[in-house]
């Protein structure tokens, strides 16, 4: 089994990339919140990686964190979620927002994902509820304060890849976390400290 991936990022889109590694190309498949954060072409990349074999194939999905791949390993055990829909669902909301949805109950936002209705929402928010009890994703930080569950290390990093120095990268991260209202994704965290560095 492949865990991870490490390369050169050859070829990417908003549905599966390509990464070089040490001449050969492996094609990962890869949640919209992963292809974000992805860098340039060309550049080293590096991806957590969920093998999923069938008999007629094996497909390699790719994370940028280890809380995605967790979240994913864990949707594809419930019954009439594949691969595909776990991965939508992940391009959707982040692993924060999806255990907020589990744990209040929220069937009609997690209704809104394209290809779950509320009968599948039901049953997954009922199957993921016991499925995510062992996890320890701490998904909520305070308002004002740096996310403590690796999401302000994870932005860090991917601001540095995208050619940011760290330290103007870092300054503007604690402005952001700063705000009132926290993001608790790395899409989000990204995508205002972008904001505010252009």
């Known amino acids: 089994m492949i865990a991870h991936l490490k390369g050169k990022l050859t070829n990417k889109s908003p549905v599966g990339i390509a990464i ?31 093998t999923h074999m069938r008999e007629e194939s094996l497909k390699l999905f790719g994370f940028y964190t280890v809380d995605e791949k967790r979240i994913f390993e864990k949707l594809i055990t419930i019954n009439k979620v594949g691969p595909k829909l776990a ?15 589990i744990d209040s109950n929220d069937i009609g936002k997690l209704s809104t994902i394209p290809g779950i209705g509320r009968k599948t ?65 790395i899409e989000g965290l990204i995508k205002k400290s972008l904001n505010m560095l252009s």
């Open 20 to 50: 070089d590694v040490n001449g050969v190309g492996y094609q990962v498949f890869v949640p919209l919140s992963t292809f974000y954060v992805l860098p340039e072409l060309g550049n080293e990349v590096f991806l957590n990686i969920h």
């Open 87 to 101: 991965l939508t669902i992940l391009s959707g909301m982040s692993p924060a927002e999806l255990f907020s949805t």
């Open 121 to 185: 929402a039901e049953r997954l928010i009922l199957e993921m509820r016991n499925k995510i009890e062992g996890l320890s994703l701490e998904f909520a930080p305070t308002k004002g304060s740096i996310p403590q569950n690796g999401l302000f290390d994870d932005a860090l990093s991917a601001l540095v890849n995208l050619g940011y120095k760290k330290s103007q990268a870092e300054q503007t991260l604690k402005k952001v976390c700063a705000e009132e209202e926290t993001e608790n994704s």
